[in-house]
Antibody
Framework: EVQLVQSGAEVKKPGESLKISCKASGYSFTTYWIGWVRQMPGKGLEWMGI????????RYSPSFQGQVTISADKSISTAYLQWSSLKASDTAMYYCARYSSSVMPFDYWGQGTLVTVSS | SYVLTQPPSVSVAPGKTARITCGGNNIGIKSVHWYQQKPGQAPVLVIY???DRPSGIPERFSGSNSGNTATLTISRVEAGDEADYYCQVWDSSSDHVVFGGGTKLTVL
């Protein structure tokens, strides 16, 4: 059974760093992409970027380029999303999702990680 | 960049047919995917490649795509279909994933 299990909710202060995770199981991690999607409170889905753990090829949405870093550790089938300096506007739910190639859909999703940034 | 436009809301009575549109320039030549998101839950894929249904998705869900509009159709709408629906494509010109703004389906 394909599963994406994300790390738990986080409460951080502005300026702090954060790394959240998405652990995959039930399929070959290195033959699929993992994407990250932001959902701000009461708002829609926003694509942040994707990573192919087979060769660490990473693509970012222009809206998030330079704001976050996407990485993966194929030895433990885990993808990451990290911030070096959080802002209050980073408060959102973050989802990871499996993606096989450009025209394919996100077919499996993690349960989401709620990040709250507040002083 | 490529833009997908969805109506913010659609309302339908139980048992009737709901149609949710997704507009984009020449979207008919792209593969469109649709996701359902219920409150407090992660999105779920309900239609992929314009009109294919993943296993476990009721036949009441169908899709079409032509010209500048893709459409998600939900027949014999039930109360449990009340959710937000998002369309999504891959924009080959920018190599980016694009989501529509989402449509809230209300079952009257």
């Amino acid at each position: 059974e394909v599963q994406l299990v994300q790390s738990g909710a986080e409460v951080k202060k502005p300026g702090e760093s954060l790394k959240i995770s998405c652990k995959a199981s039930g399929y070959s991690f290195t033959t699929y992409w993992i994407g990250w999607v932001r959902q701000m409170p009461g708002k829609g889905l926003e694509w942040m970027g994707i990573i192919y753990s087979g060769d660490s090829d990473t693509r970012y949405s222009p809206s998030f380029q330079g704001q976050v870093t996407i990485s993966a550790d194929k030895s433990i089938s885990t993808a990451y999303l990290q911030w070096s300096s959080l802002k209050a506007s980073d408060t959102a739910m973050y989802y990871c999702a499996r993606y096989s190639s450009s025209v394919m859909p996100f077919d499996y999703w993690g349960q989401g990680t709620l990040v709250t940034v507040s002083s | 960049s490529y833009v997908l436009t969805q109506p913010p809301s659609v309302s339908v009575a139980p048992g009737k047919t709901a149609r949710i549109t997704c507009g984009g320039n020449n979207i008919g030549i792209k593969s469109v995917h649709w996701y359902q998101q219920k409150p407090g839950q992660a999105p779920v894929l309900v239609i992929y490649y314009d009109s294919d249904r993943p296993s476990g998705i009721p036949e009441r869900f169908s899709g079409s795509n032509s010209g500048n509009t893709a459409t998600l159709t939900i027949s014999r709408v039930e109360a449990g279909d009340e959710a937000d629906y998002y369309c999504q494509v891959w924009d080959s010109s920018s190599d980016h994933v694009v989501f529509g703004g989402g449509t809230k389906l209300t079952v009257l």
